[in-house]
Antibody
């Protein structure tokens, strides 16, 4: 069974750094792109970017390029989303997504979501 | 970026009745390989989104056959033949043609 298990909720202050995680299991981790989708409070879905563990290729949405870093540790089948300096506007639920084998841009499995709250 | 526009944004439906959601893209999602890179997702209340339909008309594994997708190019439709109580939630269309992937605004289906 494919599972994406994300790290727990975080409460941070503006300017702080943060790294959240997503552990994949039940499939070949290096064969699928893995990425992140943001959902602002009460809002819709925004695709942030994807990472291919097989060769470290990374694609970011222009809206998130330079704002976050997506990385992977293949040895433990875990993807990360990192911020250097959080802003209040980063408050959202962040979903880890696995892409389908045949097309890297299509999420076919979603993690349970990680709520990030940034408040002074 | 490709802009995805859904309608309606709110859809009250009586159980057992059909429902239909439209999704239009600002540019064609028809790839040279003949596939339309349009997917549909359902986000049930308090849950993560789940894939319903991919490549415009293919049901994902485990999706009931009352759900169907159609369309090509820039105009797509999701239909539910007979709505059940468990179908409530927000439906999103999404293009997967290129980076950046973008979603429609979402259509909230509620039971009358």
């Amino acid at each position: 069974e494919v599972q994406l298990v994300q790290s727990g909720a975080e409460v941070k202050k503006p300017g702080e750094s943060l790294k959240i995680s997503c552990k994949g299991s039940g499939y070949s981790f290096t064969s699928h792109w893995i990425g992140w989708v943001r959902q602002l409070p009460g809002e819709g879905l925004e695709w942030m970017g994807i990472f291919y563990p097989g060769n470290s290729d990374t694609r970011y949405s222009p809206s998130f390029q330079g704002q976050v870093t997506i990385s992977v540790d293949k040895s433990i089948s875990t993807a990360y989303l990192q911020w250097i300096s959080l802003k209040a506007s980063d408050t959202a639920i962040y979903y880890c997504v696995r892409s389908s084998l045949d097309w890297g841009y299509r999420p076919d499995y979603w993690g349970q979501g990680t709520l990030v709250t940034v408040s002074s | 970026d490709i802009v995805m526009t859904q309608s309606p944004l709110s859809l009250p439906v009586t159980p057992g009745e059909p429902a239909s959601i439209s999704c239009k893209s600002s540019q064609s999602l028809l790839h040279s390989n003949g596939n339309n890179y349009l997917d549909w997702y359902l986000q049930k209340p308090g849950k993560s989104p789940q894939l319903l339909i991919y490549l415009g008309s293919n049901r994902a594994s485990g999706v009931p056959d009352r759900f169907s997708g159609s369309g090509s190019g820039t105009d797509f439709t999701l239909k539910i033949s007979r709505v059940e109580a468990e179908d409530v939630g927000v439906y999103y269309c999404m293009h997967a043609l290129q980076s950046p992937v973008t979603f429609g605004q979402g259509t909230r289906l509620e039971i009358k």
